[in-house]
C-alpha cells in the first residue's frame, strides 16, 4: 500500500502498512492506544475495587462483581493485543480495526447523530446517579478516554481527509469542553437559598449600583470589592423585579460566553487558516482558561486587547490600552499593569526588530502603553474609591493582607501547591515557544525573548 493510503483501507501484507498524513504507521497508532489505555484501566480497576471494598459491596454485589469482573476481562484483553500486535497476529488485528471506519463511513448521518449523543454521556454519568461512584481520577480518565476513541473513530469516517490522531484530538477536547459548560447547568435554578460560596452577597453587591430604586434607600454605598464584577451583574437589574433564575442564568452565560469570545479572538489574532485547526485550537483555548478559572470581569480586558490592539498602530493600541486599564482599575489591584502587558506581549510576538532600527525606537510603544495603561489603571482605581464614599481603608487593606507563602507548595489547603500547580500548566506552552524560537532562531532578537 502506498504511503498517504487511508488508514480504514484493509492491509493484505506485512509490507503493506496503512499510514495516516503524518506518516504514523496504523500499527504504531494501535500499539499506543493500547499503552495509553491499559493504565489507564488497571488504575480505574484499582480506585473501583476500593471503593468496592470500602462499600462493603465486594463479593455480595453482583452488579459491582461484573463490572469488577468485566474490567479485569479487560486489562487481560488489552494486554494480550499489546503483545499480539508485535507478532504475526497484528496483520488480522490491523485488518479488523481498519474495517471499523470503513464500515461506519456507509451511514454518516447516523455517525454524526451517535457521536453527539456521545458529547452528553460523560456529564450524564459524572453529574447523574453514578457520579458518586465515579470520584477517582483514574476512573473519570478511562471514562473519558474511552468515549474519545469512539468518537475519534466515528469522527475519522466521516471527516475522511482528517487524520485519526487529529480526530482523536478534537473528540477529546469537544467532549471535555462539553463537560465544562454543563457543570454550570445546575446554577440556573430557583432554589431559593445560596448555591455557592457568598452568592447571595454577589447579588446583593450587583444591586447597589441601582439600590435606590430597589431599596428605596438613597446613600448606599457602591460595592467595595471588584466592582467590575458587580457592574456586569448588575445587568439583570435593569429589569424590575427580575427573578433570581434570570441572575444566575446571566451569570451562566458569562462564564461561557466571554470565556468562550476570548478563546475565539485569541484564534483569530493567531491567524490559523486551517479552520480544523482553529477549531481545536479554540476548545483548547476554552479549556485552559477554565483551568484557574479566570474570572469573567477580567476577561472583559483580555477581550478589549485581542479585539481592538493593532501592533503598528500606536494611538489605535493606546486607545484601547486606556479603555481596558479603567476597567482594570475597579477590577484587581494585581491586574492593573494587565493591559498594558497584554498589548506589550502581543507586540513583541507580531512585531520583529528591524535591523535599521535602534533599540528605543523598537521599545518606546510597548513602554508607553505599559506606563500609560497602568497610570490609567491607578487613576481609575483612586477615583472609584472616591465615588464609593469610605471605600478607601478597606480597598487599602487588601495591599496589606499577609503573604501565606507555605501556600506555594504543597499544603494541607491545597494538596497540589501554587508552584507545581503553575508549572504543570505552563511547561507544556514552555515547552512549545522554545521549540519555535529554537527553531527559527533569527527570527527571535534577545529583546523580544527577554520582554
Not at 478511562?142 to 481527509?161: Q, R
Not at 499577609?402 to 499544603?411: E, N, V
Request: proline residues 5%.
Amino acid at each position: 500500500m502506498r504511503e498517504g493510503t487511508q488508514i480504514y483501507k484493509p492491509i493484505s501484507s506485512m509490507q503493506s502498512t496503512a499510514r495516516n498524513a503524518y506518516g504514523v504507521e496504523t500499527t504504531t497508532i494501535l500499539r499506543w492506544v493500547l499503552i495509553v489505555s491499559l493504565p489507564l484501566t488497571i488504575g480505574a480497576l484499582y480506585q473501583m475495587s476500593s471503593l468496592a471494598f470500602e462499600l462493603g459491596v465486594f463479593p455480595s454485589s453482583w452488579k459491582w462483581t461484573s463490572a469488577l469482573v468485566v474490567g479485569t476481562i479487560g486489562v487481560v484483553v488489552e494486554l494480550a493485543l499489546l503483545i499480539g500486535s508485535w507478532t504475526r497476529w497484528r496483520i488480522d488485528l490491523i485488518d479488523f480495526v481498519t474495517s471499523i471506519p470503513r464500515i461506519l463511513g456507509r451511514h454518516n448521518w447516523l455517525n454524526i447523530l451517535v457521536f453527539a449523543v456521545l458529547m452528553g454521556v460523560y456529564p450524564i454519568l459524572i453529574m447523574g446517579r453514578l457520579g458518586q461512584y465515579l470520584e477517582g481520577h483514574w476512573v473519570r480518565s478511562f471514562v473519558m478516554w474511552i468515549l474519545a476513541l469512539m468518537g475519534a473513530t466515528i469522527l475519522f469516517s466521516v471527516v475522511k481527509k482528517r487524520t485519526w490522531f487529529e480526530t482523536l484530538i478534537l473528540s477529546i477536547l469537544l467532549y471535555s469542553a462539553v463537560y465544562r459548560a454543563t457543570i454550570f447547568a445546575p446554577w440556573i435554578s430557583t432554589f431559593p437559598f445560596s448555591l455557592g460560596y457568598s452568592e447571595g452577597s454577589r447579588y446583593y453587591f450587583a444591586s447597589l449600583f441601582f439600590g435606590e430604586r430597589i431599596y428605596s434607600f438613597p446613600g448606599l454605598e457602591l460595592p467595595l470589592f471588584h466592582p467590575s464584577r458587580y457592574v456586569l451583574q448588575s445587568i439583570p437589574f435593569l429589569i424590575p423585579g427580575s427573578p433570581l433564575w434570570l441572575h444566575r442564568t446571566w451569570q451562566v452565560f458569562l462564564w461561557i460566553g466571554l470565556t468562550f469570545f476570548t478563546a475565539l479572538l485569541f484564534g483569530k489574532r493567531l491567524s490559523i487558516r486551517d479552520k480544523f485547526h482553529r477549531v481545536i485550537f479554540l476548545l483548547w483555548a476554552f479549556l485552559f482558561l477554565f483551568q484557574c478559572p479566570v474570572y469573567y470581569h477580567l476577561l472583559v480586558m483580555v477581550v478589549l486587547v485581542l479585539w481592538g490592539t493593532n501592533s503598528r498602530n500606536f494611538i489605535q493600541t493606546l486607545i484601547i490600552v486606556i479603555f481596558a486599564s479603567v476597567w482594570a482599575g475597579i477590577s484587581r489591584i494585581n491586574w492593573l499593569p494587565v493591559p498594558g502587558m497584554l498589548a506589550c506581549t502581543l507586540y513583541f510576538l507580531e512585531l520583529r526588530k528591524q535591523e535599521e532600527w535602534s533599540l528605543l525606537r523598537y521599545l518606546r510603544s510597548p513602554l508607553l502603553w505599559l506606563s500609560l495603561g497602568s497610570s490609567a489603571a491607578f487613576g481609575s482605581n483612586l477615583a472609584y474609591q472616591i465615588l464609593a464614599r469610605g471605600a478607601t481603608n478597606w480597598l487599602s487593606s487588601i495591599q496589606d493582607s499577609p503573604l501565606l507563602w507555605y501556600r506555594l507548595l504543597p499544603s494541607a489547603t491545597y494538596k497540589l501547591g501554587v508552584l507545581p500547580a503553575i508549572l504543570i500548566a505552563s511547561i507544556p506552552l514552555v515547552f512549545l515557544i522554545l521549540s519555535n524560537v529554537l527553531r527559527r532562531p533569527r527570527r527571535w532578537h534577545p529583546i523580544r525573548i527577554l520582554s
